[in-house]
């Protein structure tokens, strides 16, 4: 499997433990070396792993937390880290994400996550794939 199959199929993996409300999944794709970051929306910059893990376990334990669908994900790797830029899909309207991945421990682990809203896409949303530069 490629290096942006490996990135896309750890975003998916975030995806499904965020619509799950599984808390040890996500717990589990956050890095535990690199330095890590959350910016969820409408809120200030988390800095921290215990405070964005600390964030994300009132979000999921929350009654009613959303369900969210990753749309036109696209893959960029750079060596040991890689980003992926997406649509978040939730049940109000849309989202535009971008989530940043270094390799760590043999996988590939988040250390940014930020969404905000945004338009509609001008453009037919992208199918999900995956892009090396270098």
Not at 40 to 46: K, S
Not at 53 to 59: G, N, T, V, Y
Request: hydrophobic share 50%; aromatic share 8%.
């Amino acid at each position: 499997m490629s290096a942006e199959a490996e990135v896309l199929v750890a975003n998916q993996a975030f995806y499904d433990a965020f619509s799950a409300g599984d808390v040890a999944a996500m717990d589990a794709l956050w890095a535990r070396q690199a330095a890590v970051v959350c910016l969820h929306p409408g809120w200030e910059i988390l800095r921290g792993r215990d405070t964005v893990m600390a964030s994300w376990k009132a979000i999921l334990e929350s009654p009613g937390h959303p369900r969210v669908q990753p749309v036109g994900a696209q893959a960029f790797v750079y060596g040991a880290a890689a980003l992926v830029a997406c649509y978040e899909r939730l049940q109000g309207g849309l989202l535009a994400a971008t989530n940043v991945f270094v390799h760590e421990d043999g996988r590939w682990r988040l250390v940014s996550h930020q969404a905000g809203p945004a338009p509609a896409p001008s453009a037919p949303e992208p199918a999900d794939q995956g892009t090396r530069l270098h």
